[in-house]
């Protein structure tokens, strides 16, 4: 009696790269996605005022929960006289306080700005260190800061979710999450490595002018052919030319 065959189990496929993670999207949907925002926006900038990497990592810890034109308006002064963690350290609580007062929570961010630039100081020689494990031990910086930080002033493919970034890959289904440690996992292993230098830029940008909180400006918006929003109004792309300055 012969003995039955064994199946010989078929090699696995590798999925697709987004298969991996929960996206609405193949990776040639992506892909044009990205690639029409490096056309519109070929050199996307943060709004965020700053003059060197110290004074970056400032704003970005004054922006928590408030807006990068407020958060411009009191850092101006403020710069010019406190660019680096001594002359910050110099300045002393009290008058960066003075500097901040418009900022939400500005008390609390006075403490930390002249936690931090202790910390600068006294730990990393008064440069702003270019690693994540580094930038979050510091006071005030949490992840997106690190990821901000990072991006901006050290070049790197980094992700940082804001509230921006969260609703348009939920609303999107782009990067669909509870959290913005979610998403930024979702988007960092679905977005191109080619695209990764800019994305977070150009989705803060995309989800800040045209795909707006309130109603979504869907005839402004040159992925509207390719948008799977439930609540999108037209499917027609707008046309993609590029964006004088970069930013709006």
């Known amino acids: 009696m012969q003995k039955p065959k064994s199946k010989i189990a078929a090699p696995r496929r590798k999925p697709p790269r987004s298969a ?30 700053h003059v060197n990497a110290f004074t970056l990592l400032v704003a970005v810890v004054l922006s928590a929960q408030a807006t990068d034109a407020g958060v411009n308006k009191a850092t101006r002064a403020l710069f010019q006289v406190a660019d680096t963690p001594e002359k910050m350290l110099a300045l002393g609580e009290a008058k960066v306080g ?12 006075a403490k930390n700005v002249i936690a931090l630039s202790e910390a600068l100081i006294r730990d990393h020689g008064s440069q702003v260190p270019g690693n994540r494990e580094a930038l979050v031990s510091l006071p005030g910086v949490g992840r997106k800061t690190a990821n ?9 493919p980094t992700m940082a979710v804001d509230t921006h970034i969260l609703r348009i890959g939920n609303r999107l289904g782009l990067a669909p999450g509870k959290t913005p440690e979610q998403v930024e996992d979702t988007l960092v292993h679905i977005i191109p490595p080619e695209f990764m230098r ?5 989705l803060i940008l995309h989800g800040r002018y045209v795909c707006k909180a309130r109603k979504p400006d869907c005839v402004a918006c040159v992925i509207a052919d390719i948008c799977k929003a439930a609540e ?6 707008a046309p993609l030319v590029e964006l004088a300055g970069g930013a709006q």
């Open 20 to 49: 991996k993670w929960k996206t609405a999207y193949t990776p040639e949907e992506i892909h044009e996605i990205f690639r029409r925002f490096s056309i519109q926006r070929p050199e996307p900038r943060g709004e965020l005022e």
């Open 98 to 109: 003075d500097h901040i007062r418009t900022i939400g929570l500005w008390r609390n961010k």
């Open 148 to 156: 901000v930080v990072l991006n901006m002033a050290f070049g790197q």
């Open 198 to 202: 800019h994305a977070h830029h150009w």
């Open 232 to 237: 999108k109004t037209s499917e027609m792309p």
